[in-house]
């Protein structure tokens, strides 16, 4: 080893003795930082990782390593040393092995000064560390390849220049024959066996940040062979031509041709051991997550998982494959044999085509693919079926992958999150399969039905209901057997279980007036409890067998889990101008990333009820809301709801002709949240930490006219990171960041919010100030830095909410809005017309909730605006991204469905950049520009000190006076 370190030393000593050391590593460095600032323009992308770094680092380390290894033993040949080396009692090895790792150390030297760009990287962002350390260690490894390529070549040649090209010809072969040009060409199953063989997608597998087995063995076997090449090469320069050492010579090249045999066997035999990897990413984006595998685990069928992949297929698609074999084969695994889980070729076997198209619909894309000379279509599968009993899903292309642009016109094309699209197939399926049977095998103990009505109070409109009940719950209960029970209670009747007095305190049940003005009042009331949870009944529209049969079996599946949710989305109804244009945006957005995991229905709540299905209601830019819908609301928090609100003061007008504007919000839900203790105060959050907002200007280049789009600071975007977020919240736990547009301050009123659980989900930071002014317009000519003024009272705000706990109803001592007037009395009578409950839905009030109700404020109305999320994407394509997440995280949380929330965290949260100046931006990219200048001086001031014959100080550690 002493011999090895001897070399080693003396080879760095060499470097830094001459410029090359300093070339070299300013090469590098200026390569580097150019490809990451400008090539792949980090800070357009506005997405805070280190890819464009490692992106082009493959290519950079050939010609950088060739030109550190062609003088290692081409000079020494060509000045006559290397006979003398040959003769020295060091074995040929060591001094193979000492020249490498001199490489290796001087490679690594010049990768730990790019660490100051990953540093400046994690305070403009939320930086995840797992795939920059894999970026290091795959530059390392590919690095310590070429390397032993480099040496191998330099021993055949006495000629640097030429031991150069044959370094740059051997690693760009071996870089070329795996890269997406080659594969593409030969398709199918030698496509794969080529990216096995290619150092660059070997590169890009470990750069992601997943340390597999079998990639570390790649690398290992490749440096090992070349290395051994040269060992042989060097050792055939001592061999004469004589039969006496013909043997030798034989065994010689013998053990070459096995050493190499044997590395070949080593990678074949390895390929298969798919889950012997160390997944590096902060949140494990490359493993199956615990919530995945304890779902496979109550699987009761088996479930089958059959990917419909083409052999031939596009391009960009073809990398994606190995992939989701791998991720297949752990969901294989995990599943302890419920699990099926097979790729398949549609193109190869007639029967499994014809059983895609006709059973499953499966058909193939046409998919373009563009050639330098010509442009054809191939109609390829890329789709994944999900199987579990009687129920299925498919994944289809636009549902598996995500599309990147790139500044030079190409584009990146990834899966989208492979895991948590798999699991929420299964999970639809698997809960879908799933009957009311089994929720009733799943209950701990019986669950109770009550029906609470006062016979001799009873309108006569209500007559028929005790029987249509009676024989509802009948059924139920001959189905679900001595898991169902139900009772009929009286509460006038003497000794009866439940009085009126303890329907009021222990289920806040109130009575109904028998009319508006009649001191009479009666009962009519359903309360089922299950596993000791109360929860009261409300059959949408009449009473009827149909409705009450849903009110119930909804509510053994809501309260039982298992089964797929609904979502009721109440949004504004859309209302032309007098041109016909729509001056409301849409929210399909969140519409669509709602129903991949969900039932999403649009409610009507003019009934002045919430359909008892629903599991989650989500309000939109409430506004313009009758009493009937106002108390639908009331009502469904008080029956032990979840609702998520997105609210504020303020709401976005669009017009036909004119820039759009902002008005006040009339006949909102303001006072409900009001009297729960959540107000939202009247006014705009401005932040100086906000989204810039994206503004075409013209700008006159040489007379003509250009347009463009400039990133402008628009304060009313705030943009709340993760030092603004209630961290231990699973809502915002995993975001980056989020964006609320135009957001009013909430106000919690600690006395009314006392015994609830309350979580200040986003805050602004404490430059923040309270604008009052609805004029949305900038005016940078007055306000320059901003385009608004800056008030002087500054602090933060909270902008978003969650609260968990026992709410009293807004309707508590008021009459019911359900109460509706009689017809109007014929002429002559003396008769007055008295409200009365409208008949088939008695109007008793709930006053209070129990302590499963939720309640998410967001203190915008645009948050998941489409047009604003358009907007979005136009600067950073996936930035907008994180309020779809933030919403439905919110319905996630409201459901109680944590797992699917954790999984995909995982893999879709963005992390964003913190939103910079021109000017700002400039001073990042100088800065690290200047970082590298003063390392390259620093290594100057070694090389002169090392000129002179001194010993640098740093080395030697004198000190000085």
């Known amino acids: 080893m002493k011999t090895i370190l001897a070399i080693t030393r003396k080879e760095l000593a060499i470097y830094f003795g001459s410029p090359l050391a300093l070339i070299f590593i300013g090469a590098f460095l200026a390569a580097s930082l150019f490809t990451f600032f400008w090539v792949d323009a980090f800070f357009a992308r506005g997405i805070a990782d280190m890819r464009p770094l490692f992106r082009w680092m493959p290519v950079l380390l050939i010609f950088l390593v060739a030109t550190l290894t062609m003088r290692q033993w081409s000079e020494e040949q060509r000045s006559g040393t290397l006979e003398l080396l040959l003769t020295l009692p060091a074995q040929i090895s060591r001094l193979v092995l000492g020249k490498f790792l001199a490489v290796v150390a001087l490679v690594a030297l010049a990768l730990a000064l790019t660490l100051p760009l990953a540093l400046s990287v994690s305070m403009l962002g939320d930086l995840d560390w797992g795939p920059v350390i894999g970026g290091y260690l795959a530059a390392l490894l590919l690095a310590s390849a070429y390397a032993a390529i480099g040496l191998f070549s330099s021993s055949r040649t006495d000629n640097q220049v030429v031991a150069l090209i044959m370094t740059a010809l051997i690693g760009g072969a071996l870089y070329l024959i795996g890269s997406g040009g080659v594969t593409d060409f030969v398709g199918g199953n030698l496509a794969e066996i080529l990216r096995g063989i290619g150092t660059g997608s070997r590169f890009e597998s470990i750069e992601r940040g997943v340390i597999d087995l079998r990639d570390l063995i790649y690398y290992a076997a490749l440096t090992t062979l070349f290395l051994a090449l040269t060992i042989i090469s060097l050792d055939r320069k001592r061999w004469s031509t004589g039969p006496r050492l013909a043997n030798y010579r034989r065994n010689m090249n013998l053990t070459g041709a096995l050493l190499a045999a044997n590395l070949i066997a080593l990678n074949i035999w390895v390929a298969p051991l798919q889950t012997l990897r160390l997944d590096l990413t902060e949140q494990g984006e490359f493993s199956l997550s615990q919530a995945t595998r304890d779902l496979l685990s109550t699987l009761q069928e088996p479930l089958l998982i059959r990917a419909y992949l083409s052999e031939k297929t596009h391009p960009l698609l073809a990398p994606l494959i190995p992939r989701i074999r791998d991720l297949l084969t752990e969901y294989r695994i995990a599943g302890n044999g419920r699990v099926?889980?097979?790729?398949?070729?549609?193109?190869?076997?007639?029967?499994?085509?014809?059983?895609?198209?006709?059973v499953y619909g499966i058909q193939p894309t046409p998919l373009q693919v563009s050639g330098r000379y010509e442009a054809s279509v191939i109609n390829a599968y890329f789709d994944i079926l999900v199987r579990y009993g009687d129920q299925n899903t498919v994944l289809g292309f636009r549902d598996l992958i995500e599309v990147e642009g790139r500044r030079d016109g190409s584009v990146d094309v990834r899966l989208r999150n492979l895991e948590y699209d798999l699991t929420r197939a299964i999970k639809k399926v698997a809960f879908g399969f799933q009957s009311i049977d089994s929720v009733f095998a799943s209950l701990k103990e019986p669950a109770n039905l009550m029906l609470i009505v006062t016979p001799n109070t009873l309108p006569s409109v209500y007559a028929e209901v005790p029987s249509i009940v009676e024989k509802v719950a009948k059924e139920v209960q001959a189905r679900a057997g001595s898991k169902f029970t139900y009772q009929v209670i009286d509460p006038d009747a003497p000794n009866a279980p439940l009085n009126r007095a303890v329907l009021r305190e222990r289920y806040q049940v109130q009575p109904t007036p028998v009319s508006f003005f009649s001191t009479e009042t009666?009962?009519?009331n359903l309360l089922l409890t299950i596993d000791g949870q109360t929860q009261a009944l409300f059959p949408e529209g009449s009473f009827n067998e149909a409705t009450v049969r849903t009110a119930i079996e909804s509510a053994l599946k809501r309260s039982a889990g298992g089964f797929l949710r609904v979502v009721g989305l109440w949004t504004p109804p859309q209302t032309p101008d007098p041109f016909g244009q729509q001056t409301q945006s849409t929210t399909q957005l969140i519409s669509e990333q709602l129903r991949r995991e969900y039932t999403v229905r649009s409610v009507d709540l003019t009934s002045g009820q919430v359909p008892p299905d629903i599991d989650v209601l989500m309000l939109i830019g409430p506004r313009n809301l009758s009493e009937r819908e106002r108390?639908?609301?009331?009502?469904?928090?008080?029956?032990?709801?979840?609702?998520?609100?997105?609210?504020?003061?303020?709401?976005?007008q669009l017009q036909s002709f004119g820039p759009p504007m902002l008005m006040p919000v009339q006949d909102g839900i303001a006072d409900l949240l009001e009297h729960y203790g959540i107000k939202i105060v009247n006014g705009l959050v401005m932040d100086p930490q906000n989204e810039p907002f994206p503004n075409e200007v013209n700008r006159n280049v040489g007379g003509l006219l250009v347009r463009e789009i400039q990133?402008?600071?628009?304060?009313?975007?705030?943009?709340?990171?993760?030092?603004?977020?209630?961290?231990?919240?699973?809502?915002?736990?995993?975001?980056?960041a989020v964006t609320l547009q135009w957001a009013s301050p909430i106000e919690i009123d600690p006395a009314k919010n006392s015994g609830r659980k309350v979580s200040a989900l986003l805050r602004s930071t404490a430059q923040a100030w309270l604008r009052t002014d609805p004029n949305i317009q900038p005016d940078f000519a007055a306000h320059p830095e901003y385009g608004f003024s800056v008030e002087a009272d500054r602090k933060p705000f909270t902008i978003a909410v969650a609260i968990q706990g026992v709410f009293e109803s807004f309707y508590k001592g008021k009459p019911s809005p359900l109460l509706a007037p009689q017809p109007t009395p014929q002429a002559g009578s003396s008769a007055e017309a008295t409200p009365t409950p409208e008949p088939g839905r008695p109007a008793s009030t709930l006053e209070s909730s129990p302590e499963t109700a939720r309640l998410v404020v967001i203190g915008s109305n645009e948050f998941v605006n489409d047009l604003i999320l358009q907007l979005s994407s136009r600067l950073s394509p996936e930035r907008y991204l994180n309020n779809l997440q933030f919403a439905q995280n919110a319905v996630d949380w409201s459901v109680e469905d944590l797992d699917l929330l954790t999984i995909r965290a995982r893999g879709t949260s963005?992390?964003?950049?913190?939103?910079?100046?021109?000017?700002?931006?400039?001073?990042?990219?100088?800065?690290?520009?200047?970082?590298?200048?003063?390392a390259l001086v620093g290594l100057g001031v070694v090389w002169r000190t090392r000129q002179r014959g001194e010993k640098p100080m740093l080395l030697s550690g004198e000190t000085t006076a």
């Open 522 to 524: 009666f009962y009519l």
């Open 711 to 736: 990133a402008l600071p628009y304060p009313f975007f705030v943009d709340v990171r993760a030092d603004g977020m209630d961290r231990s919240n699973p809502i915002v736990s995993q975001l980056p």
């Open 910 to 934: 963005t992390r964003v950049l913190r939103p910079l100046t021109e000017n700002q931006r400039t001073a990042w990219e100088v800065g690290n520009y200047a970082v590298a200048l003063l």
């Open 340 to 358: 099926t889980a097979e790729v398949v070729d549609p193109a190869r076997d007639p029967d499994v085509e014809a059983e895609a198209g006709r």
């Open 631 to 652: 108390y639908a609301i009331d009502q469904y928090l008080m029956r032990g709801g979840s609702i998520v609100v997105a609210a504020g003061t303020y709401k976005l």
